[in-house]
């Protein structure tokens, strides 16, 4: 016997969900969270950029009386996130030092009548004992705290207000409270619920996995070249440069623009006008390059963003995967590229020693060489990353970053052991790889010099090999194994007992490699889509944006546009059915869109030019759906690894199932679903889709529909 319906269920979510936000269905985790936050509990979310984070509050805001309140860090977010709320219908605002004094009382009166369901404000504000006066006088349903690591990791240093935030549990005891944030560890997640006192919240950590970024770790060598050379090659597309200081994002800025490539600097010397003008400035597609410092980025609400280079070494592995994280918030395909130069270490050992406490010192000299050995792995980085987050990839190699696509060269490295043993013995005292590598090479250096090291056997043995290259030579025997690391702020190269079996012939060495030179590419456009359709959709967003004064995500996403592009709709019922169109942009600017789809279909029959982009049903193109599913992929990762609609990618797992190929369906559709589609079915038969997907509702999408039909087909035969 079934129990009573939960909160989700008793709910409108799914309606809501689909008229103010075009979705019919969840992505991981959110139903969960929503379903804790309908409930009334306090959650903590840890979800991976691009996985929904701001719907876990924006759909509660809708389904419950009352206002829900959203802490956020950054006026440009506020704004962003208003401007985007509004174009979907939803009566959402902000209080900033931006608005005038007539703008704020405006927003007061709102608040007062009860007409906002949103209400955007900045730690400051809300820790503030006058502005919590007024909230007081309101009915709060929600308190929503959005990058919530800050209370954590650099509340102390960056927003102190963060830290005063139990300010809210004390002032409305029964309003629940959701803390989300794209990065956390076990200990920053234990410290945010610590700090924000909150009440045995549910907790919720989805997988910092995200297969549309692909990872790469160049050697850096004449850095300014190895950009260029990449930009050329990605004109249009958006991207991030990021440096380590203000001077070195000065300069890039303006060698980029010299040579001919559009480009702002970002950095916290900036007048803040500046800094807001120049990040509207991205987000409105005016400039696509944003070099900067580590002060731009967080919160960045740019879907597009198809690049993002670090140009020097950041500080910690949370960091990069912090920045590498504001790429491909839309699921397409983008680059994370980091230069890399052991050099660089000086430079984060600089601000590191700059720390006041010993203690963060200590930890911080710890994630640099984790992010040293990130850098220097020969294992899949993706693999990497996630076990420092406490994940584990399963399969083991994720098939996309350098290390997977280009394995290195594995060789007898004995030899190479023997020299390097040699050297560390002969010279005495411990010192670190660089100096190691020196003397290897026969520098006259006054350091060797000094020390009497150019008299040692081994001063010079290494001449034939670059100081990098010694380098990498000495990291890969220490993580294997055969040499050891000590020391805290200096760390130096020891011997260990394996180093002295291969001393002595009794041990045998494995080292490794690059090949070359890893490209630095992305793969092709996916297929299932008219290309030329999708630009000229693009184009017709990019005018309505610049109408409305709002950036041209906030109307369409490229993913909607290109599954608009691969369905072709014609009637305002076909365009209601693909994700991300809500009631209220189709209202707006459905007829525009449609009536470009129907211009680009009849000059396709005129010229009876095929549409470009590729198949989608193609065997080929089958083939390669089938393969990844059959690593586990799900059917929005495929569509987002082969840059594919959804739907596009459903007709073909269809297709493989009409086929006669082995599916489980139990993976593609839950069984309570399964049953009412085929209830449905026998109510409707099986002819007309849309029919049963008006039968069965939002919460059923046509994929499921789809699966579940040409399963049984096949079955009953």
Not at 81 to 108: F, H, K, P, W
Not at 520 to 536: H, K
């Amino acid at each position: 016997m079934e129990g009573p319906p939960d909160a989700l269920e008793r709910s409108d979510a799914y309606r809501v969900l689909k008229r103010y936000f075009g979705y019919t269905s969840f992505l991981p985790h959110q139903e969960g969270i929503l379903r804790a936050v309908l409930e009334g509990r306090d959650v903590l979310a840890v979800v991976a950029t691009g996985g929904g984070k701001s719907l876990c509050y924006q759909l509660p805001a809708l389904l419950k009386d009352g206002l829900t309140v959203v802490v956020s860090p950054l006026i440009a977010l506020m704004k962003d996130q208003v401007d985007a709320l509004r174009e979907c219908g939803v009566a959402a605002a902000y209080l900033n030092s931006t608005l005038s004094y007539d703008e704020r009382v405006r927003i007061e009166e709102k608040l007062r009548r009860g007409t906002l369901s949103l209400l955007y404000i900045s730690p400051e504000r809300v820790v503030q004992p006058g502005f919590r006066r007024i909230l007081q006088g309101l009915t709060i349903s929600l308190v929503a705290i959005d990058e919530a690591h800050c209370i954590s990791q650099w509340g102390h240093e960056f927003r102190p207000e963060y830290r005063q935030l139990a300010l809210i549990k004390r002032t409305f005891p029964a309003t629940p409270v959701i803390a989300l944030t794209a990065t956390a560890t076990a200990a920053v997640r234990q410290d945010i619920c610590e700090q924000l006192h909150l009440d045995r919240p549910a907790e919720f950590v989805g997988s910092f996995l995200r297969r549309n970024l692909h990872y790469r770790v160049i050697p850096k060598s004449n850095a300014y070249a190895q950009l260029v050379g990449y930009l050329s090659g990605h004109r249009g597309d958006s991207g991030i440069v990021y440096c380590t200081s203000k001077k070195t994002v000065e300069d890039l800025a303006q060698k980029l623009n010299r040579d001919g490539f559009l480009a702002l600097p970002y950095h916290a010397g900036l007048d803040s006008r500046v800094r807001s003008r120049t990040q509207d400035t991205f987000i409105r597609d005016a400039v696509r390059i944003i070099v900067a410092t580590v002060a731009f980025g967080m919160g960045i609400d740019k879907p597009d963003v198809r690049f993002v280079i670090h140009y020097d070494l950041p500080q910690t592995l949370e960091q990069y995967y912090q920045e590498t994280g504001r790429a491909g918030r839309d699921g397409e395909k983008s680059d994370c590229i980091l230069l890399y130069s052991r050099g660089d270490r000086a430079k984060v050992q600089y601000f590191i020693e700059k720390k006041s406490s010993e203690a963060e010192k200590r930890v911080a000299r710890r994630k640099l060489e984790q992010l040293i050995e990130f850098c220097e792995s020969s294992t899949c980085r993706v693999r990497m990353l996630l076990r420092y987050f406490g994940e584990e990839l399963s399969p083991p190699s994720c098939g996309t970053c350098d290390n997977c696509l280009e394995p290195r060269r594995t060789f007898d490295g004995t030899e190479i052991a023997q020299t390097v043993i040699a050297c560390v013995s002969q010279i005495g005292a411990p010192f670190g790889a660089g100096y190691i590598a020196d003397v290897l090479r026969g520098a006259k250096s006054g350091k060797v010099k000094a020390r009497g090291h150019t008299a040692v056997p081994a001063y010079g043995s290494g001449r034939g090999t670059t100081r990098e290259q010694w380098t990498e030579y000495i990291g890969e025997l220490v993580r294997k194994g055969y040499l050891a690391v000590e020391g805290d702020r200096y760390p130096v190269i020891v011997l260990n007992e394996r180093s002295r079996e291969i001393a002595g012939g009794r041990l045998n060495v494995v080292l490794s490699e690059r090949r070359g030179a890893p490209a630095v590419r992305r793969a092709s456009a996916g297929e299932g889509y008219d290309a030329a359709l999708f630009a000229l959709l693009k184009d017709l967003r990019t005018d309505l944006s610049r109408e409305e004064g709002i950036a041209p995500f906030m109307i369409f996403s490229d993913t909607t546009l290109r599954e608009m592009a691969a369905v072709m709709p014609r009637t305002r019922e076909d365009l209601l059915a693909i994700r991300g169109i809500g009631a209220h942009k189709l209202r707006k600017y459905g007829d525009a869109f449609l009536a470009a789809i129907r211009e680009q279909r009849e000059t396709r029959a005129e010229t009876s030019a095929p549409p470009q982009g590729g198949t989608a049903l193609s065997p080929d193109s089958i083939a390669e759906t089938l393969a990844l599913y059959r690593r586990g992929y799900t059917v929005r990762e495929i569509a987002a690894a082969r840059e594919m609609a959804e739907e596009t990618v459903g007709a073909q797992i269809e297709a493989i199932i009409l086929g006669g190929e082995e599916i489980s369906l139990d993976d593609l559709v839950i069984h309570a679903k399964k049953e009412a589609i085929r209830d449905a079915i026998a109510r409707c038969g099986h002819e007309n889709l849309r029919l049963l997907k008006s039968h069965l509702g939002d919460r059923y999408s046509y994929n499921e529909i789809r699966f579940v039909r040409a399963w049984d087909a096949v079955r009953t035969e």
